[in-house]
């Protein structure tokens, strides 16, 4: 009996390249975002780092398409290698992809605040950033231009209490949200200073730090609650400064109104002792 010897098809040398660019960026960006989110070391060495791996699972997906047309071409093996490739590029680029478009559309700012005349000033944040961070006085007028065109509703906040309440309602707001830190805060002095409290957030994916501050004043028998977010970093936030200010506004405004509501709220008269006992027996006469 004669045995036929199956001749394997020859893998695609372009495939098996486009694979171990992936396999390669993948360690690259997971190093990137530990190192980010430890905060083991600054911007510029994180920002190096991932984009070396969005650049190593670009040039994958680049010869994963040269790989599909050789396979195509010439019968070659290699289609699983080019596949997986071309999967790892499309996860690794696909948000820095649409932060590029969402950035294109949106100005080149990363300092927003509800008060462009009078912004609330970093003080402790000032003292511990470095020196390739943003600088922390407010860029002015063109900034404040720029801002009002594309976030129209970054306003302040005036809550119907007064500016103790309102810096009771900020500090429980911070202090519940994820990846905050709040390093400084001065509670309200009635008639001699304002609530002022700085905390550093951090984004979801890197972990880059962007500061905050709050900033508490009496308004009348009410309180102004204005609130700055600055990227520490870079040129473009891509939007989440003005977002971030949006959605901590309102969760003020929504603790301070339940707040008020519990404080407004009668209490309930005491009973004194024996009236249910007494109650009772009147009822069964």
Known sequence: MVRRRVVAEPTSQLAIWARRFAVFSLPAAIIAIVIGRSGLLEFTPVLVTFGAALVLAFIGIVLAFGAFVVIWRDGLDGLGYALFALFIGVVLLGYPAYLGVKGYRLPPISDIT????????????????????????????????????????????FIDANAQAAYDATMTVLTKR??????????????????????????????????????????????RVDARSASRYGRYDFGTNASRIKSLLEEIDDVASADKEK???????????????SNRQSGKR
């Open 263 to 277: 404080s407004e709220r009668p209490a309930k008269p005491a009973q004194k002792p024996g009236s249910t006992n």
């Open 114 to 157: 509800t008060d462009p005349i009078d912004p609330p000033r970093f003080e402790t944040i000032a003292r511990v950033r470095t020196r390739d961070a943003n600088p922390v006085a407010y860029a002015g007028l063109y900034a404040a231009e720029l801002q009002h065109a594309a976030y129209p509703d970054v306003e302040p906040l």
């Open 178 to 223: 994820r990846r905050w830190r709040v390093i400084d805060q001065r509670p309200p002095l009635p008639g001699r200073r304002e609530g002022h409290i700085e905390a550093v957030a951090r984004t979801a994916i890197m972990g880059f730090p962007e500061d905050v501050v709050v900033r508490i004043r009496a308004d009348g028998e009410g309180a």
